[in-house]
């Protein structure tokens, strides 16, 4: 197996050596073709421009010979110059036109339905002898195709012969081959099975020294896992005693914080207690300091009920004040009312004498209005009158407009018949117009129908 696999990869090698090599030599022979096309190209290149530069240089002696032979004055030279201008003038235009034209005619064949109902018949038509064509061409084709069928029969049952006898060869060729495989085979097979057996022995004898190596690395793990334990033992009781340690650092601490803490309670309970005793000290000051104070109230108040003349005295005065002021208002109340009463008598007697001069005033205004209103049903006739005289003309003269417009509609009338007949000969012209276009550019096989570009 060794060997075969060392062959293997001998052969690997050369295969891929050859295949790295051909690659090289395809990729150098690229390359090569590629520079000679290129040096083609640039040799046609500056032939071209050689060319080019060549004729360039003929045009201008050309010229440069006409110009200095040909004697002609600025006049001329500007006709001439104004000739060609307008020659190159005229043909653009006629060839803008001409463009121009063509592309009006195009979008009236495929804006116009009369054109494309005749381009569809016409292309309809075409497709029916194109069918017909289509169906005797299949027709010619099978008759040749059953000609030409016998010869390829004979022709293929000769070489169903051949591929026979071939085959009979190649039978006999495979069968002989085989045996000798077979006898190959046979021989690879004893080769396989001692190489097998070898590599066996082989294995065994690597498995027996991985097996030993195994065994003592575990024995070696095994030595250091003991010594780790080992270890681990010994740093566990330095932490105990550690922590023995100082546990009674700890519960030192804290018997002195519970200390502390009985020291500052006892401290705060002793200013709690005067707080309270200050407390109700300033309360019993501020008792005592009310009862004084109701004591002496309760002293004043006897004290004023012993003599009250000056109080009854100063209430007479204020009694006396009340009662003036009450009668000063209600003196000064019937005061208003007396001059209220003497203005009421003094405007009523001026209400009389208005309503009897209004009283008069009103008989004056009475015959004054019946004299305005004689007038006024006299100046009412002859507005009428005037009225109904306005209305008469108004009348003849609406009379006269009428006939005028009846005459101005009559004659917009013939005016529109005269357009209607106007119109059907412009019509009959357009149809004409439009068939004798048809029969020119209609009814025509079209059968490239290029896509537009966007930009159209």
Not at 403 to 428: G, N, P, V, Y
């Amino acid at each position: 197996m060794e060997t075969e696999l060392e062959n293997s990869k001998k052969i690997a090698h050369r295969t891929m050596f050859e295949v790295t090599t051909t690659q090289k030599i395809e990729s150098r022979l690229r390359r090569e073709a590629l520079t000679k096309k290129k040096e083609k190209i640039e040799r046609d290149v500056y032939l071209r421009r050689q060319q080019l530069a060549d004729m360039y240089n003929s045009e201008i002696e050309f010229w440069r010979t006409e110009v200095l032979s040909k004697k002609e004055t600025m006049e001329e030279r500007k006709a001439a110059l104004m000739e060609r201008a307008y020659a190159l003038r005229d043909a653009r235009e006629a060839a803008r036109k001409k463009m121009i034209q063509e592309k009006l005619d195009a979008l009236w064949r495929e804006g116009c339905d009369d054109a494309r109902a005749l381009d569809s018949k016409e292309l309809t038509r075409f497709m029916g002898a194109e069918r017909l064509r289509q169906i005797q061409e299949k027709e010619n084709r099978r008759q040749a195709a059953d000609a030409s069928e016998s010869v390829f029969l004979s022709e293929w049952t000769r070489q169903l012969s051949a591929i026979e006898e071939k085959d009979k060869a190649k039978e006999a060729a495979r069968n002989k081959a085989n045996q000798d495989t077979a006898v190959g085979l046979l021989d690879q097979i004893k080769y396989n099975e001692h190489m097998k057996d070898e590599h066996a022995r082989k294995i065994q004898a690597d498995d027996d020294r991985e097996l030993a190596e195994i065994s003592k690395a575990l024995e070696d793990e095994a030595a250091l896992r003991e010594q780790m334990h080992r270890g681990a033992v010994l740093r566990g009781k330095e932490v105990l005693a550690f922590n023995n340690q100082y546990k009674e650092i700890k519960k030192q601490e804290q018997a002195l914080d519970a200390e502390r803490d009985a020291l500052l309670l006892e401290s705060a309970l002793r200013q709690e207690r005067e707080k309270i005793a200050a407390e109700n000290s300033k309360a019993e000051a501020g008792y005592e300091a009310a009862r004084q104070y109701r004591k002496y109230l309760e002293d004043l108040m006897v004290r004023e009920k012993e003599d009250t003349s000056a109080v009854d005295e100063i209430n007479r005065r204020e009694s006396e004040k009340v009662w003036k002021a009450r009668d000063d208002a209600l003196k000064a109340r019937q005061d208003a009312r007396d001059y209220l009463m003497n203005l009421v008598n003094e405007g009523r007697k001026q209400q009389i004498a208005f309503k009897q001069a209004a009283r008069i005033k009103e008989k004056e205004d009475d015959l004054t209005y019946a004299s305005r209103f004689i007038e006024d049903i006299k100046a009412g006739i002859a507005a009428d009158r005037k009225a109904a005289d306005d209305r008469r003309k108004v009348a003849e003269d609406n009379n006269t407009k009428l006939l005028e417009q009846i005459a101005e509609r009559e004659r917009q009338q013939e005016l529109a018949k005269q357009e209607i007949f106007i119109e059907s000969k412009h019509m009959e012209h357009r149809e004409r117009s439009h068939q004798q276009r048809l029969a020119q550019q209609a009814g025509n096989l079209r059968l490239n129908f290029p896509l537009k570009r966007p930009d159209y």
